[in-house]
């Protein structure tokens, strides 16, 4: 007999064509058509449905759904931690990525220099331990030269020979996490806990013999303008300061690096994530971390701007800004078609004259700067 019983229904027998025929009658009412009774059997073949098929089909839906579940599961715990994994690496540099331009950067500052650096160390104001070299000049004042985000002081050692070549003691030396200085738990803030090892750095040079305290001078590249900024804000003892292509706010410029490389919404997809663990590990806030709201503070000393107008890094348009906003003596200079802090290697001597000039105006024996006329340059 096909009779089938279902519970719930008192029991009465329901023969296989009496659930067949309600198919029908649905089928009828949800499409209008009219279903000869010859055709009737055809139809019921085709939606011939079974109870074991009934209670199957959820269980494939569902088996069906965990599984896909499963896997965007997966690949979201792919892609975070690999995030994390970058944004551990991003903030806690080990070693300078630019190898190939030591060899090349300390040979030609053997040729340049008129007397070997020094090896010094030094310690930050939160006590780690910062390395260095210190070139010794004839005119008693003193530069610091601030590298890099990834970069190290070694990169600079032909720019630091040729200005002590000029007369200039200056003094190179590596950033926390960066090169042979030790390393912080947080990492790299990339510029604000770093502007504690410029004013380290200042210290030290106060108490070596053959500078006059007053006459102390900055140049920074990159992320080490951003940092010399946010040292000279606080502390007086910087005279003047070179900011060669600073970022004006780290949230912006870091979504703007990645827009440079990665177009569309894969850029935020990426760097969104990344920017969260970096803040996570590093114990900062990115918004937060704006050079353009404290250059005011540096004033009246001097500064000088320098950013190639083909930056995709860095956007030159936040050097302009920061130019405009500021109240104090200024200069810029505005390279046309120069990527990244790539002034200095197209024009190396014009940008040994310009920064050699810009101290011998600043930096002189009178310890307040004297308020010249602003200068801007476009090339």
Request: some cysteine.
């Amino acid at each position: 007999m096909d009779g089938i019983t279902f519970a719930g229904l008192e029991r009465e027998p329901v023969t296989r064509s009496a659930v067949l025929g309600k198919e029908v009658e649905v089928l009828k009412m949800a499409t209008s058509l009219t279903i000869s009774t010859e055709q009737q059997p055809v139809l019921s073949r085709t939606l011939a449905v079974t109870p074991a098929a009934l209670q199957k089909q959820p269980r494939v839906l569902l088996t069906a759904s965990i599984a896909l579940g499963g896997l965007f599961t997966l690949c979201g715990t792919a892609f975070t931690a690999l995030s994390a994994l970058a944004a551990y690496r991003l903030t806690h540099p080990t070693t300078c990525m630019f190898h190939h331009l030591h060899t090349t950067s300390r040979r030609n500052a053997r040729k340049n220099w008129t007397k070997p650096p020094r090896i010094v160390r030094f310690r930050s104001g939160d006590s780690l331990r910062l390395f260095g070299r210190y070139f010794a000049g004839t005119k008693g004042d003193a530069i610091i030269i601030c590298h890099g985000f990834t970069a190290c002081q070694e990169e600079l050692m032909e720019v630091a020979a040729r200005l002590q070549a000029l007369g200039h003691s200056v003094l190179l030396f590596d950033f926390r996490n960066h090169g042979r200085s030790a390393a912080s738990k947080r990492g790299s803030s990339i510029g604000y806990h770093e502007r504690q090892d410029v004013c380290a750095a200042v210290q030290y040079l106060k108490r070596r013999k053959g500078v006059d305290p007053h006459r102390i001078g900055v140049i920074g590249l990159s992320m080490g303008a951003a940092t010399a900024l946010f040292a000279a804000a606080e502390c007086d003892d910087i005279r003047a300061v070179v900011a060669d292509s600073p970022y004006a706010s780290l949230h912006d410029t870091f979504y703007y690096g990645f827009r440079s490389f990665y177009s569309g919404m894969g850029a935020n997809l990426v760097a969104t994530p990344l920017l969260r663990f970096s803040e996570m590990f590093s114990g900062i806030n990115a918004k937060k971390i704006r050079p353009i709201d404290i250059v005011s503070k540096i004033a009246p000393r001097p500064i000088m701007f320098i950013h190639g107008l083909a930056d995709e890094v860095i956007r030159s348009a936040d050097s302009i800004q920061m130019y405009d906003s500021y109240a104090g003596p200024k200069e810029q200079w505005l390279v046309d078609g120069a990527h990244h802090v790539e002034a200095g290697m197209l024009y190396p001597e014009e940008y040994l004259q310009r920064v050699d000039k810009f101290f011998n105006n600043y930096l002189t024996v009178v310890s307040a700067p004297t308020i010249t006329p602003c200068a801007k340059n476009v090339m």
